[in-house]
């Protein structure tokens, strides 16, 4: 549904930001990244965007 969305509107964060959120939960963190730092280009507000690339670079971080 995301990409048919970004098909009719290629600007569209939202769907940007839905698609970071699948990738995410599929384990595909590179892509995941790559479509919330779309959608935080295209809408800085994005709040679902900002919180998944969070999530994602907190899991990243070496822990002691």
Do not use: M, W
């Amino acid at each position: 549904a995301f990409t048919k969305a970004l098909e009719v509107n290629p600007d569209f964060a939202e769907a940007y930001a839905g698609l970071g959120t699948v990738c995410s939960e599929q384990g595909r963190r590179s892509e995941a990244i790559r479509h919330f730092r779309k959608a935080l280009q295209l809408d800085p507000a994005r709040r679902e965007a900002a919180d998944g690339l969070a999530r994602l670079s907190a899991d990243s971080t070496p822990r002691p």
